[in-house]
């Protein structure tokens, strides 16, 4: 075990620069010549297959990972056996449980981890993972959209069906951008 270990996490609702932000921490790393990475879950193929990409067309290459046990297997093993002292995770949300410990275990090992994700689905709940990871994190970065009906401070995502706010009873997963979701406040999010 080595000292240096950190846990940050970046949250928020779509379009509030989560990606962006991460890609930008990972990228300051870099250049101070640390060995960095950055892993995306695989479900995510919205802009690339083999980059993580932000809304704004900012990029960076990365390792792909099945949303799965094993895919949150392999960003430990891959971390540990390259010697990664930083690592990004983008789109945490979408990983099961496991992740949690994964990131935290590797934090306790000396590991800079940089993980960014949604703060509450389209019906306004926690994801699970991110409320745990929340709670775990050295330093959390809390972004704000803004609101696409008022132009307030934007903390939810609203998902859209045909453009009308989706129901409730929808599948709580469905990646997807600015066709699927736009960024709401409070009083503009809408579930029926």
Do not use: W
């Amino acid at each position: 075990m080595h000292p240096g270990g950190f846990l940050e996490v970046i949250t928020g609702p779509m379009f509030a620069g989560k990606t962006t932000e991460l890609i930008k921490r990972v990228e300051r790393q870099a250049f101070a010549k640390r060995k960095v990475a950055i892993f995306k879950p695989s479900i995510d193929d919205r802009y690339s297959r083999s980059d993580v990409v932000a809304h704004n067309g900012l990029k960076y290459r990365a390792f792909v990972v099945p949303t799965s046990e094993e895919g949150v297997e392999l960003i430990r093993e891959v971390t540990l056996k390259e010697g990664y002292e930083v690592i990004g995770v983008d789109e945490a949300q979408f990983f099961p449980m496991s992740i949690v410990e994964a990131l935290n275990g590797l934090a306790d090992e000396g590991v800079y981890v940089i993980v960014s994700g949604l703060n509450l689905d389209f019906k306004g709940d926690p994801f699970p993972v991110m409320k745990e990871l929340l709670v775990r994190a050295d330093n959390i970065v809390y972004l704000t959209a803004v609101c696409t009906v008022c132009g307030r401070p934007a903390t939810r995502s609203q998902r859209l069906i045909n453009g009308k706010p989706a129901p409730r009873d929808s599948p709580v997963v469905l990646v997807g951008g600015s066709e699927s979701y736009e960024a709401r406040c409070r009083l503009h999010h809408e579930v029926p």
